[in-house]
């Protein structure tokens, strides 16, 4: 019974410290919507990317040598790395700041709630689950409360179609796969090390591609340098991007993938709580999206919980292994 009750404190445990870091996760990243739309005014989507994704990778790269030392550059599978961190990150990377300089603001929010069922429809998939009935409800609640908290950001504006929805899917289906790929293939490897060595991978391909686009003119490179622009992409690479993607690998490693991204739904509330610091109360319709998604979000994570320990408890001792702790069977969600 003790042991029961220290596995069940355990998993608690687990649980809150991975919906801490996936909140601050989606909170920082929240922040590069505003800054990016500021900075595509003066750049080009290709070198923006470029540079906020290599700018974070330096950041990342720097922390884990400073609080790791090189052990796990060493012994990193560094193969696996530049495929994951540069399908992933780099041109997940493109393709959402391509989507975003020509998408409604609006749609890309709405398009971004996706992610959840995206995800879920990815594990099911894999694992040959049946959808439950609680499990849809859960997802269709968060991505109806992301799809409101959206619309009502921008209470005077409507989804309106400019081309670049699609870019944004396949961005998202993208930071799906790169997500539950970098708990599979880099297991031995650190989050801050996951995050750093596979955004380094990302912002190397993207500067790659810069180059070759100067070479062969095909891309005007427009950039701007200026003091103000410099520490808007400051704070791209250091916190809504670096520190953000970090933080998302703590949350994922705990909760897995679908449950981690329902808070990314909760992005235009965010986005809303940082504007009423200045432009005063929040709208209603956002509080109201918020809640679905926290419905939903407990709903789904509950369901995928059972179908997580019904699978370990059907498996073989010999395929279950040693990994029996709070995080194993929460991981590959």
Not at 105 to 133: D, H, N, Q
Request: positive net charge.
């Amino acid at each position: 019974m003790a042991s029961g009750s220290g596995l069940e404190g355990g998993m608690a445990s687990e649980l809150v410290r991975g919906h801490v870091a996936a909140f601050l996760s989606a909170f920082l990243w929240a922040t590069s919507f505003p800054v990016t739309e500021v900075l595509l005014a003066d750049w080009d989507p290709l070198p923006l990317a470029a540079v906020r994704i290599a700018g974070a990778g330096l950041v990342l790269v720097a922390l884990l040598w400073l609080f790791k030392g090189s052990g796990e550059l060493r012994r990193a599978p560094w193969p696996e790395v530049a495929r994951i961190g540069g399908l992933g990150i780099g041109l997940g990377a493109l393709l959402l700041v391509f989507g975003q300089s020509r998408a409604d603001p609006v749609t890309a929010a709405v398009v971004t709630a996706c992610m959840p069922a995206l995800s879920a429809a990815v594990a099911l998939a894999e694992r040959r689950w049946r959808p439950s009935p609680s499990l849809v409800f859960g997802i269709a609640l968060a991505v109806a409360g992301g799809v409101l908290a959206a619309l009502a950001a921008w209470p005077s504006r409507r989804p309106v179609l400019f081309g670049g929805e699609l870019a944004l899917l396949a961005a998202m289906m993208l930071w799906v796969w790169y997500s539950r790929a970098a708990m599979r293939r880099l297991q031995g490897l650190s989050d801050l090390a996951t995050a750093a060595l596979t955004t380094a991978a990302g912002g190397a391909l993207l500067v790659f591609a810069v180059g070759l686009a100067a070479l062969a003119g095909i891309d005007t490179l427009r950039v701007r340098w200026d003091p103000a622009s410099v520490g808007l992409l400051l704070w791209l690479a250091g916190a809504a991007v670096g520190l953000s993607v970090a933080l998302w690998m703590r949350g994922v490693r705990r909760l897995g993938v679908t449950a981690a991204s329902f808070h990314l739904n909760l992005v235009p509330l965010y986005a809303a709580l940082l504007s009423a610091l200045t432009l005063g109360a929040v709208p209603a319709a956002q509080w109201l999206g918020a809640a679905l998604v926290l419905v939903g979000a407990l709903l789904a994570q509950r369901e995928s919980q059972r179908l997580e320990l019904q699978d370990h408890a059907a498996a073989p001792p010999s395929a279950a292994g040693p990994q029996s702790s709070a995080a194993a069977p929460l991981e590959r969600s």
